[in-house]
């Protein structure tokens, strides 16, 4: 295919050309920032060169060979240190195209190598090129590139780190520009006008581009409103491992795994069944994260980002800091990481005393505030694929104890108030429901807390992962979930009960991590451990709540129904002392009273909106490359649907004046062929009689075809006696003009 500028026009068919280069090269620019492809400048130069090769007149076959050549040096540059002109680079390139071609075929999507990726990227932009002259310059529809690179470029902000506020601009003034002069040209074709000259048609121009460049810096610099809607990020499902949480929502449908932003919590989330990573135990155990503090009634948020503390030993006390009331088993660990995900930071049980791994250049730091176990590479934060070693000394949390421990808060505790806060704008039926739930129990922290964890199972509530519940914007998320729903997964189930215990002046706070997982059997992270290997999945993540009792510590409590608490509680009383006592029964679990039905009870000055809005818990953002070749390949199934549409509807035409041929089916293909034509730049005229137009046409395409088809079609309209006799001839006419006019 040679390109050639049209013969009228240039001026704008050129303009047009150039235009559509600089807006697919903002399809490029992102590429550094949003994904891990470097230089990516040379892609912008290949751009340039190809569409520079596509408006010289050169033979098809040569032109192909140049843009090999081109193609094939890029290539070289950026992967290979031999010379260009040697077999030694070309053997390689060779090797590196049999070995992916096979790994595509096996679909092995992820094994394929950058080498092979390029190079895909590479002929996609070539072919954009060619697809860019048929939109830009044959037939000067420029909106349909335009609106897709707006998209591209709106979706990248939005779901990325990529910072659009420049690149819009570009994209609006430029696209602005390119509607103008298409329809510049437009007015030109209808009217018959000759073509500008260069100076005419910059004087032209010149308004234009003014008017433009006024609009977008006005644009640019006038003051705006702040975002009215949340932000999208926080509702919609990445198709990368995002959420968190078998309990982390948002406000649409998302992947259930571990996450950092747990400020909107809500909706539903799918099942994600990839290996986070293994770990060696004798039992299932809780493996913690963070914790966080602060409830702003829609999640969770942190009152201060914390104090980091350092070890070169990995030895951290400060982790396990329980009372000696509190029994200590010593226990050995090791993590294997696989697919951390959003994961960055360690995994822990309850009691970790050290950390450990066995790369040298590994450093760790604790948060005392927010207890998140970091492992640090030359002070930047990462996860390494060697095995973490952890030495622990568990928790055996006493539960006599604990009941010792008055239910309201004292100064003295050793913690501050950051524990008991909450929102101002809670609902009061909240803080009732929790005096309820409490009113016959004994009046110590322990059957406080135990009382609130049982609540949810005995009182109707559903765990469920789809078709939960997001609160309005004006609505509480735990009154919704208390009242409203009683339905959903661990993030409600966790939130609602540190709430509830806030309520009754006791100090709480939301943790979350990882659940214990299942044992694997067939592993190769630790093939010499045996049964004592557990997987832990993204289908794990969870969230919990921990109680603050002076003398003993943070105890985790488990309200999430269908899930039990995997920590260590006894009596606290040697063996002797329960015999003596003879209370093994009154000891093991407190009695919880039936709680009365309450939903009725509560509803004092309740105000509910009907705007819905989605909440998040986890960072959403949408693989960049996934983005990006979606994108691509929109454009290019576009693309390609217009350029062969004539020939898809000429075949579809075809086939049915074929099978039915009638009266209307004739009108129908005569109407197609003046579209055509049209399309070519001869459309029908006003006043005009279709057999002046069908010879105008028959000058076109050098023949008499179209006048004989133009009288077998009045014939067919005007006297209907001739056609079952002529309808076979027109058949042959029409597709005879038809093949003419499309090979033009």
Known sequence: MKLKLEQSNRLVSLALYVGSMFLLMEWVYPLDIVTDTGQSHLFIVFIVVMFALSLIHLPFGLISVIKIGILLLFIHHVFFDTAFFSTEWLKLFFEEMVFNVQESVQQNWQTLTPVFRTFLFLILLWMLSYLLYYWYVVVKRPLAFIFLTVLYVTVLDTFTVYEANIAIIRVFSLSALLLVLANFHRIVESESLTEPKARQFIKWLAPMILVIGISAAIGYAAPKYEPQWPDPVSF?????????????????????????????LGGGFQMDDTTVFYATASAERYWKVETKDVYTGHGWERSSEGERIASETGQFPEISQYGDVVAREESSLDLQMIEPGNLTKVPYIYGTEQVGTTNDQINFEYNLVTNELLSLDNGDQTLVEEDYSIQADRPDFPRNAMREVPVAYQESSGINQDYLQLPENLPDRVSNLAGMIVSEEDQNRYDYAMAIEDYFSENDYEYATEDVAVPDEDEDYVDQFLFETKRGYCDNFST?????????????????????????????????????????????????????????????????????????????????????????????????????????????????????????????????????????????????????????????????????????????????????????GYPFKSGETLREYAKHADQILDGRSMSELTHHYEQFIYREDSFQSDQSEYYRLWKKVTDMILSK
């Open 236 to 264: 919609i499902q990445s198709a990368s491992e995002n959420g968190f949480g078998s309990g982390a929502g948002f406000g649409g449908v998302q992947r259930v795994g571990y996450g950092e932003h747990d400020d909107r």
């Open 496 to 680: 609602s009960m540190v709430v509830l215990l806030r309520s009754l002046d006791i100090p709480a706070r939301w943790a979350k991590g990882f659940t214990g997982g299942d044992r694997a059997f067939e592993q190769d992270a630790f093939p010499e451990a045996g049964s004592d290997v557990f997987e832990i999945q993204n289908n794990n993540a969870h969230s919990w709540v921990e109680v603050y009792f002076p003398d003993v510590g943070w105890v985790p409590f488990e309200p999430t129904i269908g899930f039990q608490n995997q920590v260590d509680v006894s009596t606290g009383e040697s063996i002797d002392d329960i015999l003596d006592d003879n209370q093994d029964d009154a000891l093991d679990q407190p009695e919880s009273s039936e709680q009365p039905d309450v939903d009725n009870q509560l509803e004092e000055g309740e105000e509910e909106n009907d705007s819905e809005a989605a909440g998040t818990s986890d960072d959403s953002s949408v693989s960049p490359w996934i983005v990006i070749s979606i994108s691509v390949i929109i454009v290019v199934l576009v693309g390609l649907l217009i350029y062969y549409r004539d020939r898809l509807v000429y075949a579809w035409r075809k086939q049915r004046l074929k099978r039915h041929a009638n009266q209307a089916t004739i009108t129908e293909s005569y109407q197609f062929v003046m579209k055509l034509l049209a399309k070519k």
